[in-house]
């Protein structure tokens, strides 16, 4: 599992109502068994057990394993090389230990602040192979050189005598690649919770010892419906980027007769952080997009219509970009559905195909490419993947059956393509070969026109900003909706795109704190 992934799912726990100070609880038990096991079949008693904790979650595992242990008659001492302690329920759960004076139980605990004390502690000292050591020194994003005092303690767990241990990932290991750019643990076991991350998975056996997955509870709801912890996959922006650096998209669109669609795609995608939103419009939408915004950068097409001969003056600007929106407010026109082919078929850019591109573009044009984004309801859906009969997409149910059913039906027609579908209903379904999520935002006054156009904008604001295609889409949908639950909650059903738009960039920021 990537370890963006599971720090994702353990945030979107808190929004089924389970805390993560419930699973770390959860993950220290799970962490205590597993080392009992170890000890049971390696000695055959308890013995002791030395934990080394950093300031994550790694060592707030380690802090609830102590607890476990204790009870079951192990000696155990903590050794902190950390005592600003990042995590809040990991430092919650050191609170707990700190709590428990006057000491009944075997427990140390030693702040190592010096290179001093890491060398004068008992495990540095020690020659006895009859102890454990738990390595929760570092958790996720290992890159680069080590500080010092971190190093030395990993230097001395490994020249340690001892059965070591380490929580979820080996300490100085990359999770995502497995690969190790200055010194890691080199432990007998590694215990993974929910999922083996993916750079454990991928390295060696000498270097991750044996793989040991522990189940904390992690219902499969978490992983699969969207939520507030997803806003944990946006980059950080750089306080010294320019104008451009975060993104910059063309909205490709409109007619004589339609220019709302347009414009409101490019200001959902302001609303998403896009730093630049050029539109490639007819004349007269072109002018009328022009008065909607001054934020909008338009660029007027000569006729009434999106024409082939357009092709060439889109593509320049295309090349120009980070991703490209096509078809919003276009109509359907034999000319048009000849230029949207060529556009598809020539950039190269990540595109969001919506509206009237969805029943004009050949599928086989964009089957292989995984950086394409289709977002249509259910009609649309029908129409582009040639699906005949009563096809539905419903599952707001609490019977497994018939919400697995609707899922395998949907995703066995979009596994033909290998980008990203987001089916829009009441509850929207997002789709990339066999990985699915479920977004649940939204309400039922987003039946007014201009909130699937929105939708796109915001996609496409999300793709231009380096997110892939299936998180694009999976947290467009998100924002999408929380945006119109924001809007409903100020004008019940009478509210407009425009109102939900104007909401997008504050659900962003708050789903960011």
Do not use: W
């Amino acid at each position: 599992m990537h370890p963006i992934d599971m720090m994702v799912t353990d945030y979107n726990c808190e929004y089924l109502g389970l805390s993560r100070l419930c699973l770390m609880e959860s993950a220290g038990k799970s962490l205590a068994e597993e080392v009992g096991k170890i000890a049971v079949f390696t000695f055959s008693k308890p013995v002791k057990v030395a934990i080394f904790t950093g300031s994550g979650g790694n060592g707030g595992d380690g802090f609830v394993a102590a607890r476990y242990l204790l009870n079951r008659g192990y000696d155990v001492d903590i050794y902190m090389l950390k005592d600003n302690i990042h995590s809040a329920d990991a430092k919650t759960n050191l609170e707990i230990l700190m709590n428990m004076k006057p000491r009944l139980s075997h427990l140390n605990i030693y702040n190592l602040k010096t290179l001093e004390d890491i060398n004068n502690c008992e495990i540095a000292k020690s020659e006895n192979s009859e102890f454990i050591i738990i390595d929760g020194l570092l958790g996720t994003g290992i890159k680069g050189k080590l500080q010092t005092n971190i190093r030395r303690a990993i230097e001395i767990i490994n020249e340690s005598e001892g059965i070591k241990i380490s929580v979820d990932v080996p300490s100085g290991m990359d999770p995502l690649t497995g690969d190790v750019d200055d010194l890691a643990v080199i432990p007998d076991y590694t215990i993974s919770f929910h999922k083996i991350k993916t750079g454990v998975r991928n390295a060696d056996e000498e270097e991750v010892g044996g793989l040991v997955t522990a189940d904390i509870g992690i219902p499969f709801e978490a992983e699969y419906f969207v939520n507030y912890g997803d806003f944990l996959r946006l980059k950080s922006r750089s306080p010294s980027s320019h104008k451009g650096n975060n993104g910059k998209l063309l909205v490709v669109g409109g007619n004589k007769d339609y220019s709302g669609a347009p414009a409101i795609a490019g200001m959902a995608a302001i609303g998403a952080g896009a730093d630049l939103v050029y539109v490639a419009a007819p004349q007269k939408a072109a002018e009328a997009i022009k008065s909607t915004s001054p934020d909008l950068i338009v660029q007027s097409l000569d006729g009434d219509r999106l024409s082939i001969s357009h092709a060439d003056e889109i593509l320049g600007m295309a090349g120009n970009v980070d991703a490209v929106l096509i078809g919003p407010g276009a109509g359907i026109d034999e000319d048009t559905s000849k230029l949207f082919n060529v556009l598809v078929a020539k950039i190269k850019k990540p595109i969001v195909l919506d509206a009237d591109a969805l029943k004009q573009v050949e599928i086989n044009l964009i089957k292989n490419r995984e950086d394409v984004i289709l977002t249509p309801h259910i009609s649309e859906f029908k129409s582009i993947f040639k699906v005949d009969g009563d096809l539905k997409l419903d599952m707001d149910s609490y019977d497994f059956n018939k919400v697995d059913e609707n899922i395998t039906e949907f995703q066995q027609i979009t596994r033909q393509i290998k980008g990203s579908v987001i089916v829009k209903g009441q509850n929207d379904l997002i789709l990339s070969k066999t990985r699915f999520r479920i977004n649940r935002t939204g309400n039922a006054g987003m039946t007014v026109g201009g909130t699937g156009d929105a939708l796109s904008g915001i996609a496409t604001g999300l793709l231009s900003q380096n997110l892939n295609a299936f998180d694009s889409a999976a947290l467009a949908a998100f924002i999408n909706g929380l945006a119109g639950d924001e809007a409903f909650k100020e004008k019940g059903n009478g509210f407009s795109a425009t109102d939900l738009v104007s909401y997008i960039g504050s659900v962003i920021k708050n789903g960011l704190c």
